[in-house]
Structure formats: structure tokens, C-alpha cells
């Protein structure tokens, strides 16, 4: 009998690659459980309809983005993500 190949559900995120004048990066620890949990990565945002409000929560209200890059699909036991990265400038300092 060949093997099942299951669907998995798709799911989207955005990382928001912000860099300030400086050349540095934000990064912010995940929660401990849950995906890639207790690991520095991007801020996260599910979509670019909340990307204001959540620079706003960073105290990165000056924040634009630059570049939106190549979407980066990555597959997970239960489910497949598809991740868009956006680079964004910040004149605060991150």
C-alpha cells in the first residue's frame, strides 16, 4: 500500500526585518513552547493589515518598509508556512 500523504494546512506570516540607521537588527525571544520556542527571530505579524499597529507596539511608529522579499515556504509536520519577509528601515534605535 503506498503511503498517505496527509494535507496539511497552509498558514502565513510576515518577519519584519527591521534595521535601523546603525545596521542593526531587531530580534525578540519566543515564548518558550509553541514554534521555535525560546529562540530569537524577527517580530512576527500575520499579515501586512496589522504591520502598523504592531510597529506602533514597538515604539517604531517612524518605521518603513523598504523591500518586501521572496516569499520563503517552509513545511512542518502539521502544517506548511509560507513566510514573507519585509525589510524595514527605522531611524529609532532597535
Known amino acids: 500500500m503506498p503511503p498517505r500523504h496527509l494535507k ?16 542593526q537588527v531587531l530580534l525578540e525571544r519566543r515564548p518558550p513552547r509553541g514554534i521555535w520556542g525560546g529562540l530569537w527571530c524577527f517580530p512576527e505579524v500575520p499579515d501586512e493589515d496589522g504591520l502598523a499597529a504592531r510597529l506602533a507596539a514597538l515604539g517604531l511608529s517612524d518605521a518603513r518598509v523598504l523591500q518586501r522579499l521572496p516569499v ?13 519577509p519585509l525589510h524595514i528601515c527605522s531611524e529609532n534605535s532597535t
Open 72 to 84: 520563503i515556504a517552509h513545511s512542518f509536520t502539521h502544517f506548511h508556512l509560507d513566510i514573507t
Open 8 to 23: 496539511v494546512p497552509p498558514r502565513s506570516t510576515c518577519f519584519l526585518i527591521v534595521e535601523n540607521n546603525a545596521g
